[in-house]
């Protein structure tokens, strides 16, 4: 069974960084997609960005030129580093992985998600 557990989030003024870290268990199979997504109170989840196999890089508008997302397949674990941070960002951020197509219908196909590291941007 795969888990994930995602940290390095917490409290950051606007404009500050920060770099979250995912680290994925059990029957990984890296040739699969990584995703990062965020939930803000009150919102759907919403996928941010996605990395494939060989570090193919795609990101949502609203953080597109201020994050980037890596990953380490030997260690089975996906990076997101988050540059001038908003209020907007804050939300709880989670990953998963799996074919790039199921990765854009959460709801529907990804059943296993870790406790999310939460991340706060307020002065």
């Known amino acids: 069974q795969v888990q994930f557990v995602e940290s390095g989030g917490g409290l950051v003024q606007p404009g500050g960084s920060l770099r979250l870290s995912c680290a994925a268990s059990?029957?990984?199979?890296?040739?699969?997609?990584m995703g990062w997504y965020r939930q803000a109170p009150g919102k759907q989840r919403e996928l941010v960005a996605t990395?494939?196999?060989?570090?193919?890089?795609t990101y949502t508008d609203a953080v597109k030129a201020r994050a980037t997302i890596s990953r380490d397949n030997a260690k089975n674990t996906a990076y997101l580093q988050m540059n001038s941070l908003k209020p907007e960002d804050t939300a709880v951020y989670y990953c998963?992985?799996?074919?790039?197509?199921?990765?854009?219908?959460?709801?529907?196909?990804?059943?296993?998600w870790g406790p999310g590291t939460l991340v706060t941007v307020s002065s």
């Open positions: 990395i494939t196999s060989s570090g193919t890089a």
């Open positions: 059990g029957n990984i199979l890296n040739i699969y997609t």
């Open positions: 998963n992985y799996g074919p790039y197509g199921l990765l854009l219908q959460p709801d529907k196909y990804l059943k296993i």
